[in-house]
């Protein structure tokens, strides 16, 4: 019968409507998630930056202490690689680029004849891993979106403890670095062994200008102990804030073009539509006037065909 | 003279105002009193409390939990991982967490987590003024 492709296509585009829908409202909602996150990235800054102040201030107060954070193997027998991915996908190009950037330190540990731990944050670069037979050290899921510091303290203490174990001898850390709103990349750094002191005071923001020199209690070899372990555990804390809105971020992106390329099928397939239901409604009425001029007489066709029903 | 006080958590800045004098108990220290022109001073926090004393004279006590303390010029700021108001307190849920980690520690008294648990729960009371 005439018309089931007419119906076939209103069924799609209906569908079409629907996932829209779905599009949209992800959207909406990854955009408000991410206003949230950038603010909680914006909050935390200020105790990294103290942080960084206060070990500015050791430096200069000439605390150079051996701690385990700071040890530097002469030969890496294994490289840790902490990789923050999502729980969660439709975020675009956010976990596959993250994954791969830390495959390929992976890649790097191996042709450096070392072995490798990974400790995975999120779902995706678990499943990525896992699926590839890679050994997964430690596995974190269900903060990715909304990391709360208690998170990322447990995570940095369970690597400072491999590493001053001796298990691994170096660790990098893959995240994705929020630019801004329009611009997230993807980012490795060196988390352990930290570097000196004074390189921390050197990259340091270097709002502490003076120069006098301070009074430590217990001892500066005691802050400085105590303040490491805060530092590494801060800079985590940074990093899953910064992928948290990041993955938002490109959520939002990528269910915006879902959204425009949604609308952009609909009228695409309306237009189908129309023109399958025009061909249907032509046909049927050449069936008509076929019918009628097999009948013969010009009077019956007259009566048949009213003037002007051409579509 | 006054100093501006800042008290700061991983997660946001959670305290901001002036002050006269600010009393803390660092780590083998024992206590110690900020007023503002005091030597600049960095110092490791005890699990204790941090007392703000406000210009108008009145007095603002916070629950420190693994906390630093910088006194730099007329800045002082307290680092720290938790630092609750007084008045902000849970108290009921401050006494369940003492009881809990009580119970921990009745089982195993080598129990490093439930100590610091009991630590914490007993300076929540204490500062919430129970």
């Given at each position: 019968?005439?018309?089931?492709?007419?119906?076939?296509?209103?069924?799609?585009?209906?569908?079409?409507?629907?996932?829209?829908?779905?599009?949209?409202?992800?959207?909406?909602?990854?955009?408000?998630?991410?206003?949230?996150?950038?603010?909680?990235?914006?909050?935390?800054?200020?105790?990294?930056?103290?942080?960084?102040?206060?070990?500015?201030?050791?430096?200069?107060?000439?605390?150079?202490?051996?701690?385990?954070?700071?040890?530097?193997?002469?030969?890496?027998?294994?490289?840790?690689?902490?990789?923050?991915?999502?729980?969660?996908?439709?975020?675009?190009?956010?976990?596959?680029?993250?994954?791969?950037?830390?495959?390929?330190?992976?890649?790097?540990?191996?042709?450096e004849g070392a072995d490798y731990s990974l400790i995975v944050i999120g779902k995706k670069a678990r499943d990525y891993f896992a699926f590839r037979n890679y050994t997964v050290e430690s596995f974190t899921e269900g903060i990715s979106d909304n990391p709360t510091y208690e998170d990322a303290r447990r995570i940095a203490e369970t690597v400072a403890t491999l590493f001053t174990d001796n298990h691994i001898d170096r660790v990098e850390l893959v995240y994705t670095?929020?630019?801004?709103?329009?611009?997230?990349?993807?980012?490795?750094r060196r988390f352990l062994p930290l570097e000196s002191t004074e390189t921390i005071a050197t990259e340091g923001s270097g709002d502490s200008k003076n120069t006098d020199s301070f009074e430590f209690e217990p001892s500066p070899e005691a802050v400085l102990e105590s303040l490491l372990p805060r530092y590494v555990e801060a800079r985590l804390f940074g990093a899953l804030l910064e992928s948290a809105a990041s993955e938002h971020a490109n959520r939002q992106r990528?269910?915006?073009?879902?959204?425009?390329?949604?609308?952009?099928?609909?009228?695409?397939?309306?237009?189908?539509?129309?023109?399958?239901?025009?061909?249907?409604?032509?046909?049927?009425?050449?069936?008509?006037?076929?019918?009628?001029?097999?009948?013969?007489?010009?009077?019956?066709?007259?009566?048949?065909?009213?003037?002007?029903?051409?579509? | 003279?006054?100093?501006?006080?800042?008290?700061?958590?991983?997660?946001?800045?959670?305290?901001?105002?002036?002050?006269?004098?600010?009393?803390?108990?660092?780590?083998?220290?024992?206590?110690?009193?900020?007023?503002?022109?005091?030597?600049?001073?960095?110092?490791?926090?005890?699990?204790?409390?941090?007392?703000?004393?406000?210009?108008?004279?009145?007095?603002?006590?916070?629950?420190?939990?693994?906390?630093?303390?910088?006194?730099?010029?007329?800045?002082?700021?307290?680092?720290?991982?938790?630092?609750?108001?007084?008045?902000?307190?849970?108290?009921?849920?401050?006494?369940?967490?003492?009881?809990?980690?009580?119970?921990?520690?009745?089982?195993?008294?080598?129990?490093?987590?439930?100590?610091?648990?009991?630590?914490?729960?007993?300076?929540?009371?204490?500062?919430?003024?129970?």
């Amino acid at each position: 019968m005439a018309g089931g492709k007419e119906r076939e296509l209103r069924r799609r585009i209906e569908s079409v409507q629907n996932t829209k829908k779905i599009t949209r409202a992800m959207e909406l909602i990854a955009a408000t998630r991410v206003v949230k996150a950038q603010q909680r990235a914006r909050e935390a800054r200020p105790y990294a930056e103290q942080i960084t102040t206060v070990i500015e201030n050791l430096a200069a107060g000439g605390a150079e202490i051996d701690h385990p954070l700071l040890r530097q193997a002469e030969n890496v027998e294994r490289v840790g690689v902490i990789v923050i991915s999502s729980d969660r996908g439709l975020a675009g190009p956010y976990n596959s680029s993250v994954i791969r950037a830390a495959e390929r330190q992976v890649q790097n540990a191996r042709s450096e004849g070392a072995d490798y731990s990974l400790i995975v944050i999120g779902k995706k670069a678990r499943d990525y891993f896992a699926f590839r037979n890679y050994t997964v050290e430690s596995f974190t899921e269900g903060i990715s979106d909304n990391p709360t510091y208690e998170d990322a303290r447990r995570i940095a203490e369970t690597v400072a403890t491999l590493f001053t174990d001796n298990h691994i001898d170096r660790v990098e850390l893959v995240y994705t670095e929020f630019l801004s709103i329009g611009s997230q990349k993807v980012a490795t750094r060196r988390f352990l062994p930290l570097e000196s002191t004074e390189t921390i005071a050197t990259e340091g923001s270097g709002d502490s200008k003076n120069t006098d020199s301070f009074e430590f209690e217990p001892s500066p070899e005691a802050v400085l102990e105590s303040l490491l372990p805060r530092y590494v555990e801060a800079r985590l804390f940074g990093a899953l804030l910064e992928s948290a809105a990041s993955e938002h971020a490109n959520r939002q992106r990528a269910m915006k073009s879902a959204t425009d390329n949604a609308e952009d099928l609909i009228v695409k397939l309306d237009r189908e539509m129309n023109r399958a239901r025009q061909d249907a409604i032509t046909t049927e009425i050449m069936e008509i006037i076929g019918g009628a001029e097999a009948l013969g007489d010009d009077d019956q066709r007259e009566d048949l065909v009213p003037a002007g029903a051409e579509n | 003279m006054t100093f501006q006080v800042e008290l700061v958590s991983p997660e946001a800045i959670t305290y901001s105002g002036e002050a006269e004098m600010v009393i803390a108990r660092t780590l083998e220290g024992g206590d110690i009193a900020f007023q503002p022109g005091h030597v600049p001073f960095i110092g490791v926090l005890a699990v204790w409390s941090v007392e703000v004393i406000r210009p108008d004279g009145d007095r603002d006590v916070f629950a420190v939990h693994r906390g630093f303390v910088q006194v730099a010029g007329t800045k002082i700021s307290v680092l720290s991982d938790v630092s609750e108001k007084s008045s902000e307190i849970d108290v009921e849920r401050a006494q369940q967490a003492k009881d809990n980690a009580e119970q921990k520690l009745s089982q195993n008294d080598e129990d490093i987590e439930a100590v610091d648990a009991l630590a914490r729960a007993e300076l929540r009371l204490q500062v919430a003024g129970v």
